[in-house]
């Protein structure tokens, strides 16, 4: 076992520095003791030992009283290399001896500053966690791994209650599939599941999307608009991309979860809604609020329940399951197909754009007879016909290296954006409703 670290020097120190590799010691469970400080005598150990929040806001699981402390300061996550330790954007940062520390792995014994608080992170025990139960789940769900499991397990649970839920996890990952999993097992069945895409669109259009608008009340307003809360009475809305939402629209939202009502745009009328929110972003809203890009208030509104969606590459073993899913989707018929003989391939891929990345790649495969993993390295197309057959004309072959150019330039570009479609067509100089329909085109927005 190694320590990793991505370590940020302060504004006098030298640029970026990497600890010396060491063995560590795996943590079975998660504690946390306050070794300096006001807290200090403070011991937090989490029933599951497997993840833990610190922070001044009351929602952490280690509540310190520090005010050099930000609201949420740092997350520890057990994993089976050591403790993964992420920094939230602190404001005075997470320090490992004379060392600012954004993202790192550390094993128990290791000391953290967090402002003028010190703690130590520890072993709490060999603590075994059960299997997680067998429940009912969505055909859209598919995988047999142990955080799948869990994401069923929390979806059955949390579609019982009303509850707004958070959903996370990295752009592809399927968190549309999570959020309408929920709404088809829960009593909002029989209604609609209205999505707002945050993202997709101008800040000036958000507010009437959410809560539409009076005839007349701006320019092209030729008639009365029934909003996403409106016409989702009953049922559910999901919020897409909420950490792209603009600030001066975060008011307005946050007054729809408290009072169950809301104005159109344009109108003086409250009208009153029956609505179920769910919530799903790519950014962790915890950092965005101690950054001051989300309202504290709307984030505990939106955040009663979580549901953390793992990246693909977090879970090989589902891959094969994946393919022959999405095989059966385009055949019709439940096996691998001609991607047999590339399991293990497609096994060790990064995934950057995860499960949306899988399924274009087994579509690709089926229609075009070959696999294209995109890759830092020269794109590479796998044949999976045999060798020795006619040449391509070339207006299909110049077609096909242009559909491969573009996801594969599609793809660093949203990343790049960090999944904002308004940074990313400033970044490509493109027009941004062209950008979004390129990304809909190559499966990576919905």
């Known amino acids: 076992m190694l320590l990793h670290t991505e370590a940020m020097a302060s504004d006098d ?4 520095t990497k600890l010396q590799p060491r063995p560590i010691k795996v943590v079975r469970k998660l504690r946390v003791r306050v070794d300096a400080g006001v807290d200090i005598g403070t011991v937090c150990a989490p029933d599951d ?3 833990l929040a610190i922070g001044t806001s009351e929602d952490n699981a280690l509540v310190l009283r520090d005010p050099t402390v930000s609201r949420y300061h740092l997350e520890l996550q057990r994993t089976v290399e050591g403790v993964q330790l992420i920094d939230l954007g602190s404001r005075n940062g997470t320090w490992v001896g004379g060392i600012r520390v954004e993202r790192a792995i550390v094993a128990a014994g290791t000391q953290l500053r967090l402002g003028d608080t010190t703690l130590t ?3 709490a025990g060999q603590a075994v966690q ?10 859209e769900l598919v995988g047999e791994s142990d955080a799948i499991r869990e994401v069923a397990r929390l979806i059955y649970k949390l579609a019982r209650v009303d509850s707004s839920v958070l959903i996370q996890g990295e752009t592809g990952v399927g968190k549309e599939v999570v959020a309408r999993a929920i709404h088809e097992a829960s009593p909002r069945r029989a209604h609609e599941m209205v999505i707002v895409d945050c993202g997709s669109m101008p800040a000036t259009l958000i507010a009437s999307q959410l809560f539409g608008h009076e005839r007349g009340s701006f320019t092209g307003a030729d008639q009365r ?13 999901l919020l897409d991309e909420i950490g792209e939402l603009p600030l001066d629209v975060q008011p307005a939202l946050l007054g729809v979860l408290e009072r169950r009502a809301f104005t159109r745009v344009g109108g003086s009328q409250a009208v009153e809604v029956d609505v179920r929110v769910l919530a799903a972003t790519h950014r962790d809203l915890r950092a965005e609020v101690n950054a001051g890009r989300f309202r504290a208030d709307l984030y505990y509104r939106l955040a009663v329940a979580k549901i953390l969606i793992p990246s693909l590459r977090e879970r090989p073993d589902d891959i094969e399951l994946l393919v022959m899913h999405f095989v059966q989707r385009l055949t019709g018929v439940a096996e ?3 991607l047999a003989p590339a399991i293990d391939q497609l096994k060790a891929h990064p995934w950057s754009g995860n499960v949306r990345e899988l399924r274009n790649v087994v579509e ?3 229609v075009m007879g070959e696999i294209d993993l995109a890759s830092d390295q020269p794109t590479k197309h796998v044949p999976l016909a045999s060798p020795g057959g006619a040449v391509a004309p070339y207006r299909e072959a110049r077609a096909a290296a242009l559909q ?19 940074e990313a067509a400033r970044l490509a100089r493109m027009d941004r409703p062209y950008l979004l329909t390129l990304l809909r085109k190559h499966g990576l927005r919905q």
């Open 49 to 51: 030992g497997a993840k």
């Open 130 to 139: 059960p299997p997680a139960a067998e429940v009912p789940r969505s055909a």
């Open 364 to 366: 690709a495969a089926v």
């Open 225 to 237: 608009r029934a909003g996403a809360f409106e016409r989702a009475n009953g049922g559910t809305v």
């Open 13 to 16: 120190e030298l640029p970026r």
């Open 336 to 338: 691998l197909g001609p």
């Open 404 to 422: 491969h150019f573009e996801a594969d330039y599609l793809r660093t570009l949203i990343d790049r954006a960090g999944g904002n479609a308004s």
């Open 121 to 123: 992170v520890e072993e």
